[in-house]
């Protein structure tokens, strides 16, 4: 049979041989545009760090509201006043326990307040017993602190709270390792951390030991005089500790390979 022959004895597509082929061309194309979609929502996707007063910060992934010792409004400090998905507090006192001011529009966030391990919308969190002697009650000698190791997109960050301790608890220098961020109280005046967190001679020293790649003084305030938080000229007195090397900026905007390069970088972040 010649070719011209097979041509012509050759029957032309069914509908539901065609609709099928362009069903098939159709899936492919929506799959590659929800491809390229997802990862390119990934690629521009950067962790978001911003400070509130006091020691609370604001960390942003996507869609995601992450917040450190919220400021409640009978603080003496400015109190914040945005949605949080998850709120972590690490001592139970107006300056960081503003739960209800990160209960806004939409978002009801997830509360943790003390040891633990949890996990929530791809965030895993560790909260190590520690000791504080900040904002104590008439009769109080010292009082719970917590701090937090958070795991979110591949960094860590550790938040120390109002911390009085000078070395960490057993458990918690097993568990917590490889830290991105640290952020480190340094408003006492002196060793025996009288304004109830580490002074900045030992919150440096401390900040060392853990090695982390930046670190971010807090608990220090340029209202300090006058009813702030920190003693006065406290983060002037670390800085001059840790060798006046430091950078000033606004927000902390950082993706893992932004971390290449920092050891110990100090990074002031201005509420």
Known sequence: MTGAARLAERKPPTLRVLYQNQLKIAIGIQKAVVDNRFYAKIEIHSMV??????????????????????????????????????????????????????????KVPFVIAGPGEYERQGVVVQGFLSKSVYGLDKGQTEAVNTIYSVELEDMTLVHLGALADTELSKEARENIDDIDVLFVPIGGLSAQASDGVLSPADAHK?????????????????????????????????????????????KLTLKKKDLIGHDGSILVLTP
Not at 81 to 100: K, Y
Not at 226 to 250: H, M
Request: aromatic share 6%; charged share 20%.
């Open 206 to 250: 401390l900040a060392v030991s853990l090695e982390p790649k930046i670190i971010v003084p807090m608990h220090w305030s340029l209202l300090a005089q006058t009813g702030g938080i920190g003693k006065s000229k406290a983060l002037e007195t670390y800085l001059k500790e840790a060798g006046n090397s430091s950078e000033k900026v606004e």
């Open 49 to 106: 760090i911003t400070h509130h007063g006091g020691q609370c910060f604001k960390v942003t992934f996507g869609d995601l509201t992450l917040v450190f010792d919220p400021i409640a409004k009978n603080s003496t400090l400015p109190p914040v006043r945005f949605g949080a998905d998850i709120a972590l507090v690490s001592r139970d006192h107006p300056d960081m326990n503003g739960v209800e001011e990160v209960t806004y529009g939409d």
